[in-house]
């Protein structure tokens, strides 16, 4: 399914199909034919087609993502931030307990690079045909690779990135409440209750973020990503200079004690390591999505506005992420755990000499951040169930219907989040299969729809990356399911 873009000239837009995209791209694309007209108030029409000039159903104006296009780029930068600053850069001084200060900062650029790169590869693709936009990463997979190709690489990884996402966050906002209420109330007379269990604490926050997961659409959401890149930073700036204040323990280490591990046992650390720095990037799954809220039309598109706003919002990114990674490093050594990452090095460490006031608002500043990254991650998930009734229906889903929606969705990520507490100890071995959709994908994207010249310049950067991201999440995959086998896996089911 395409998008329309909006009219600008009196004119008939005539796209011609190649014979080898034409059922690739039966029913997933749309353009907008426009007639001339000497009334300026009836100067476009609104019927849609698809390449092949049939009908198309109105289908785009009725789903959350694309229903409103009257973003801009700040905007954008908002949801970018949001989205690209997550809970996983806390764990960033982990991989440079394994890789060491000088390997730890070239591979953390490296890594920064090359996401940033094939962030470029979608803003770009997003548009490439003029009058036709691919708003979501799954269409834009099946029409480069086609339909079952491009559903058996993509749709899981974007599955797990949206509901795999909202699960995780949904474990860490429950625990996150259990410490802030720990942290208020300790010692204190008028507090004497008994805390909450895990489960009701996963379902306060579930319901806190159904409720405000009501806001209609992506563009609307603006204030919400708003407050939740504010928190992001908010939070990532105050636990990397608390501690640099608060100076470093004295019995800490830079150096890995692994003299009796095996080379091979050295190496799989090391490529644990190495995709800890990777997922540390994510949001890949809502480029496209994002920029689909921005308007377009024949003379202005949406990538320079888009380029801007990811230029922008992610050079803000790393001066979250390197600070967070080079400071924490430098605190704490090989001190920081799996586990919660700076955060709980941070409260273990210099919990004790810490106001409370200061606990309770780094807590409260990630709660607020994982609610509000919790509404742009679900986006795209809401938007795939109003495509199945709206198919189905032929009509736009009724209040009553988004609601339940919703409200069905947050039912079935709190179940999994009881069912699957563990899950964020799968991290590493699941986020390794999902890892081609942010660094090889979109490299196979960009020569399957530019078609660049076969060994060119381009075209042999394309392949290379995109071949090294294979082989990459293949050995780290390995490496998470050894790691596995060799520590094993409390699984408490149904136990958070």
Sequence with gaps: MGEMVEPDYRQVLRLSPSPSNTKTLEGLMQVITIKDSTDPSKESTTKSTNLQGHQQNPQEAWLPITESRNGNTIFAMFHLLCSGIGFQALLLPVAFAKLGWAWGIICLSLAFAWQLYTIFILVRLHELVPGIRYSRYLQLAIVSFGPKLGKLLALFPVMYSSGGACVIMIINGGRILDLLFKTICDHEAICQVQSLTSTEWFLVFTCVAILVAQIPNLNSMVGVSLIGAITAIGYCTLIWVLSVTKGRPTDISYYQFDVAKSNMEKIRDKLNALEIIALAFKGHNLILEIQGTLPSNQRHTSYKPMCTGVTVSYILIAMCQYPLAIVG???????????????????????????????????????????????????????????????????????????????????????????????????LLIGGMVLPMTFSYPCFMWIAMKKPRPNGVVWSINLGLGCLGIVFSVLIVIAAAWTLADKGLNANFFRP
């Design 329 to 427: 490093f430098w605190a704490y050594g090989n001190k920081v755990p799996f586990s919660g990452g700076l955060l709980s090095a941070f409260s273990q460490i210099h919990g004790a000499n810490t106001s409370k006031l200061i606990m309770g608002s780094i807590y409260l500043l990630v709660l607020v951040n994982h609610l509000c990254a919790f509404q742009v991650y679900a986006m795209p998930a809401f938007d795939n169930l109003e495509i199945r009734y709206t198919t189905k229906k032929k009509k736009p889903c009724p209040k009553w219907v988004r609601t339940c929606l919703r409200i069905f969705f947050g039912g079935v990520t709190f179940f999994v989040a009881v069912t699957v507490p563990f899950l964020g100890s799968l991290a």
